[in-house]
């Protein structure tokens, strides 16, 4: 929830209690306008875990893991998409996903980033605008030993023509300086 209401991956949220990745809880809530868009919820979400977290926190800059994605050797297997379909990006089961109009691959990273815990650098420099599936195994879970697909890393290189790399570098962080535990309803 923090990291959502801050706009950063759950991973880039350093240094709180252990009890904030261990203890689930529920939140019922309803904007007072139905047209609130993400940079609206965002900032509700905000006063929530303020008002009953009792949530500060400040951003930094630390060394981190990242992944960087750039064109592999054999050069960048993407198509122009042209066609002029509305933006989105479709899980159609685990470890396989669909880009439509995936403008200057933001919805590429952000979905590798969330599989790898770390941020992904775009150093493409690829500007079109794409449409792509990719089908791998997803990271996150445990997977039977006969499944056919390629781990991400090798998925991305086959499928896309392009290239993960992971480094130490510089990332923006949210650190949880205090929080409370909520008082029950």
């Known amino acids: 929830m923090i990291g959502l209401a801050y706009g950063v991956l759950a991973a880039l949220v350093k240094d ?3 009890w904030l990745d261990q203890e689930p809880y529920n939140i019922e809530a309803r ?3 139905p047209e609130a ?18 949530l500060a926190v400040h951003r930094e800059t630390r060394q981190e893991q990242v992944c960087t994605l750039i064109v592999g050797k054999s050069g960048s297997k993407l198509q122009d998409a042209g066609d002029g379909r509305k933006n989105f990006i479709n ?34 420099n690829l500007k ?8 791998f195994v997803d990271p996150r879970f445990p997977h039977p030993t006969d499944d056919p697909r390629p781990d991400l890393f090798t998925a991305v290189q086959e499928q896309l023509g392009l290239k993960l790399q992971a480094a130490k570098g510089p990332v923006e962080v949210l650190v949880v300086d205090r929080i409370e535990r909520p008082s029950a309803n």
């Not at 609206?40 to 929530?48: A, E, G, K, P």
């Not at 079109?128 to 089908?135: D, R």
Request: aromatic letters at 8%; hydrophobic letters at 40%; glycine letters at 12%.
């Open 128 to 135: 079109g605008s794409y449409n792509f599936s990719l089908k």
């Open 91 to 124: 899980w159609t089961g685990p470890g396989e996903v669909t880009f439509v109009e995936n403008t200057a691959l933001l919805g590429l990273t952000n979905v590798l980033g969330g599989l790898l815990s770390a941020p992904v650098l775009d150093k493409t």
């Open 31 to 33: 904007a007072e306008n």
């Open 16 to 18: 709180g209690p252990d």
């Open 37 to 54: 868009g993400p940079k609206q919820i965002r900032v509700m979400l905000q006063t929530l875990l303020t008002d009953r977290f009792k």
